[in-house]
């Protein structure tokens, strides 16, 4: 079995740190339930993407509990180098345990992506599971976040990020069950499980509003990515993105 590492760096205050911090003992269980098991396919589907330029360094970023990690350790190349990113600790002794069971050797690092502990140019590849959305939804440090990415992002890499999103704008059916879903269904459904109200109405809500995959392709594009393409998921609830420097 391999062995996993384990860094510690200096995080700086995150938005909202006491959501994540707080739900990780059912937080994969309550994200199979809320999709009905659909976020493990698109994790593997976005771990495709990820490893599709068959890179040799790959950073997951916000990899929490650290599936997204392991569907691309999975597909990589045996001499590829995986590393997860995330700024909770209790998310990443979770990520460890699962990394270690499966037999990956996957480093692990705390740190903050608004400073990723990395020098520029240091990847081939990055993704994000489900995180993204956190980083860029009313959230002042926007910007920053995606020009870091885009620091430790090679030339010519893609960052490959899966994540809620809406129907297509003329769906107009599904966007209103969709919604209707996330806000009730999935927020209560979240309180109930892990016992924490005030994250999973924060999960919900941003959920509900957060960019169409349209949207999403533009602010990559504004943001400085040379090109992005997008696949949506599920009638539009979630959806791949593609984006390359």
């Known amino acids: 079995m391999s062995e ?18 707080s739900i990780p003992p059912n937080y994969d269980l309550i994200n199979h339930l809320f999709t009905g098991g659909m976020d493990i396919l698109w994790r593997k589907k976005a771990a495709k993407e990820t490893v599709a330029s068959r890179p040799e360094k790959i950073l997951d970023i916000c990899c929490g509990t650290g599936d997204l990690s392991i569907s691309v350790a999975k597909l990589a190349a045996k001499d590829a180098k995986v590393t997860g990113l995330d700024f909770s600790r209790p998310m990443l002794d979770v990520a460890v345990k699962k990394a270690q069971k499966a ?19 240091s990847f081939d590849s990055m993704c994000i599971g489900f995180g993204f ?10 910007a920053q976040y995606i020009s870091e990415i885009l620091r430790v992002l090679k030339p010519s890499g893609r960052f490959v990020i899966v994540e809620s999103s809406q129907p297509a704008p003329d769906a107009k059916i599904i966007k209103f069950f969709h919604r209707l879903f996330v806000k009730y269904v999935v927020s209560f459904l979240g309180r109930i499980i892990s016992g924490n109200s005030a994250a999973y109405k924060y999960l919900a809500e941003s959920a509900v509003n957060y960019y169409g995959a349209e949207e999403l392709r533009d602010l990559l594009l504004q943001s400085g990515f040379a090109k992005v393409t997008f696949k949506r998921l599920f009638f539009g609830a979630a959806a791949i993105h593609v984006a390359e420097k």
């Open 4 to 21: 996993n590492t384990f860094n510690d760096n200096n995080k700086s205050e995150f938005l909202h740190d006491e959501v994540y911090e």
């Open 103 to 121: 037999g990956y050797d996957i480093t692990f690092v705390t740190g903050d992506i608004a400073d990723i502990p990395f020098p520029s140019d």
């Open 133 to 142: 959305r956190n980083l860029t939804y009313k959230n002042e440090l926007s």
